[in-house]
């Protein structure tokens, strides 16, 4: 029997807009784009030009520190724009999808091994899945990892359900577990308070249940209570999806890059899933199912996610959609009325008093910047044995020595959006934290 571990700090955030559990349309994507913003610390090498053909499985960049980490096309068609911003950085890799579903075949019979999974993974450009801890980068294929963890729940607000999302895929869930488990020991955890959980009997992995409210689904979260990430080791973390990708590259040798996008939030008509392919544009996802008027389309989940147009496209990581309201408006006395319909964590308004309400929220932050106050918020919100608050003001002053001491290597900036959302000062929390991962980077790889 797998061992489970109840969490008690954190927040649970009830949002109406929900997608339910069903496959809205399928939408095949006329067009994707590959944006190197989706991964932290890389400078791209571009590798075809604007009339190039490609397949799914082509590769349009590489790292330039590591060009054995390519970048690859997840459809076939041809690359219609290369964009750029200032100084000639690459912004987007823009392909147009011909329908045709060709795949580049790469051969799978020596996948057997530590160095031919890696191969495998490296050659097919389904490397970057794997994010390393620390500094939630792709991971080094350099360096010999200590585990790979996947996480298979999100207690994020109207997160995708990977239950549902997985349920006619286990097979090549399973087959992804196995290719990783070449490359180091895999650990899962999963959502113990569900009955009869999918994931909990996968077989080649480390089983592990949780319970409480978000962020317990972070694989941070759940690392730092399994197997804690020391100064000088990497912990893989890799999406449950992106193992089901990982899978069918470990079967038929190609890159499948099919995903089942939530589509979620209360200015969306009908919250459903859509099935599509990653990178894929977001207009024939969402339109004609949402309320444009004052509406803010995100690519993730509320707490994380990135602001996108109409004409923007499904983040590498991404798996969900959410469209909420634009909060552009000012509440006269806002703080002094009752609030019994404002959601408040730190019992302001007397709305606390319904525990188990949903809310439709918007993006106002009720409030500007303002000084730093104390109030123990943060650690009633990260169950990490860190001190987050410390962990925050040593990166403003870049003291590396104390941010080691405190435990950067074992955070990422999802770790801290509960504390951004509940921040009385109103501040970019994960942009902070982002920015201390970056400095570590530079000063010790």
């Not at 001491?405 to 504390?419: N, P, R, T």
Request: charged share 25%; aromatic share 8%; proline share 4%.
């Amino acid at each position: 029997m797998s061992k489970i571990i109840k969490l008690k700090q954190g927040l649970d955030i009830n949002l109406v807009g929900e997608a339910q559990r069903s496959v809205g349309q399928t939408v095949a994507a006329t067009e994707v784009s590959l944006k190197p913003a989706d991964f932290a610390c890389l400078k791209p090498h571009l590798e075809v030009k604007v009339g190039d053909k490609v397949k799914a499985g082509s590769v349009l960049f590489t790292d330039k520190n590591r060009p054995e980490v390519r970048f690859c096309s997840p459809v076939s068609g041809e690359v219609t724009e290369v964009r750029r911003a200032e100084r000639r950085r690459i912004t987007d890799v823009v392909v147009k999808a011909d329908g045709q579903n060709d795949f580049e075949k790469f051969d799978t019979s020596k996948a057997s091994s530590k160095d031919g999974a890696k191969a495998l993974l490296l050659q097919s450009g389904l490397w970057p899945y794997l994010r390393q801890r620390p500094f939630n980068i792709v991971a080094d294929p350099s360096q010999d990892a200590k585990a790979v963890y996947i996480s298979t729940f999100d207690s994020a607000p109207l997160a995708a359900d990977y239950q549902f999302v997985l349920k006619d895929r286990l097979a090549d869930f399973q087959a992804g577990i196995d290719l990783l488990s070449k490359i180091a020991p895999v650990y899962v955890g999963y959502d113990a308070k569900i009955s009869g959980n999918i994931f909990a009997n996968v077989k080649n992995a480390t089983i592990t249940g949780f319970e409480g409210p978000h962020p317990a689904g972070n694989a941070g979260v759940q690392i730092n209570h399994v197997c804690p990430v020391n100064k000088g080791e990497q912990v893989i973390v890799v999406n449950p999806q992106d193992v089901a990708i990982i899978g069918r590259l470990a079967k038929d040798g190609i890159y499948d890059a099919k995903k089942t996008i939530a589509v979620a939030g209360s200015k969306v008509k009908s919250p459903a899933y859509v099935s599509t392919v990653a990178n894929a544009s977001i207009s024939g996802i969402i339109a004609g199912n949402y309320d444009a008027t004052d509406a803010r389309i995100i690519g993730g989940n509320v707490l994380t996610g990135t602001k996108l147009d109409d004409k923007g496209y499904v983040g590498f990581y991404d798996n969900e959609i959410t469209i909420i309201p634009e909060g552009n408006y000012y509440d006269f006395f806002g703080w002094a009325l009752p609030g019994l319909k404002k959601y408040s964590f730190s019992h302001t308004f007397f709305s606390w008093l319904s525990p188990k309400r949903k809310y439709d929220l918007d993006t106002n932050t009720h409030g500007e910047k303002r000084a730093y106050v104390v109030t123990g918020t943060f650690e009633k919100l990260v169950p990490m044995d860190i001190y987050p608050l410390q962990l925050i003001k040593a990166i403003l002053a870049e003291n590396i020595e104390l941010m080691e001491e405190l435990g950067i290597y074992e955070v990422a900036e999802e770790d801290f959006a509960l504390c951004e959302f509940a921040d009385t000062s109103k501040t970019d929390i994960q942009a902070i934290i982002r920015k201390g991962l970056d400095l570590m980077v530079q000063e010790t790889m």
